[in-house]
């Protein structure tokens, strides 16, 4: 079961999980609350969105944006469709190479899903493709920053596909690379017991 296939499985109770009081909602609030301080975005991309509860709140803070949800995963997407979806909300099962790059996105957020990537760099540049100049991306995810993360996250890579964690530091230099400037670095607002999860804002130069 363990493998790409596990969201599949994870879908059908996937707002009932323990991390969504600790991590998960934390991380959707700090996304939000990030968003609400800059300029009000017309369209959106959460690459990574899951069953859509990010989309969704997003919907409902900006109804005059176009919010487009992608996810590899079938049952994530189905229950998306299901259960998390409004008029100004686009669902795609697939990757974000599979989107066209005629109309560039302001704004786009990916929660939890980086560490699932099995090539960060081309996902990375991926989202570039599809940001407008002048644009930025809200990276959040759980970083291997220190010996306690470490341990923490040891123990969840047993109950989800192959990750890879990488520290705050890190990413940043690989955001870096990618011809990224790095802004907020932001972490959650949770129990002192939750390994670290930073939000990264990485801003596109207009030139």
Not at 18 to 40: A, G
Request: one cysteine or more; hydrophobic letters at 40%; proline letters at 7%.
């Amino acid at each position: 079961m363990f493998g790409p296939k596990i969201w599949d499985f994870y879908a059908g109770w996937y707002d009932k999980l323990w991390v969504q009081k600790f991590v998960l909602t934390p991380s959707r609030q700090l996304i939000l609350k990030t968003i609400n301080e800059l300029p009000k975005p017309e369209k959106i991309l959460d690459a990574g969105c899951g069953i859509g509860e990010l989309c969704v709140e997003l919907s409902q803070k900006y109804p005059s944006a176009e919010i487009t949800g992608i996810d590899p995963s079938t049952k994530m997407i189905e229950r998306a469709k299901h259960g998390f979806s409004s008029k100004n909300i686009k669902y795609i099962c697939g990757h974000p190479e599979n989107l066209p790059e005629k109309q560039p996105f302001d704004l786009i957020v990916s929660t939890n899903a980086f560490p699932y990537v099995a090539d960060k760099p081309k996902f990375l540049s991926e989202l570039k493709k599809r940001l407008k100049p002048g644009g930025r991306i809200l990276l959040l995810f759980s970083n291997k920053n220190n010996f306690y993360d470490a341990c923490w996250l040891m123990m969840i890579k047993l109950t989800t596909s192959k990750a890879q964690y990488l520290s705050v530091k890190a990413t940043q230099q690989l955001l870096e690379k990618q011809g990224f400037n790095i802004g907020k670095t932001e972490r959650i607002d949770s129990v002192f017991f939750v390994p670290s999860v930073y939000m990264i804002e990485a801003l596109l130069p207009e030139n």
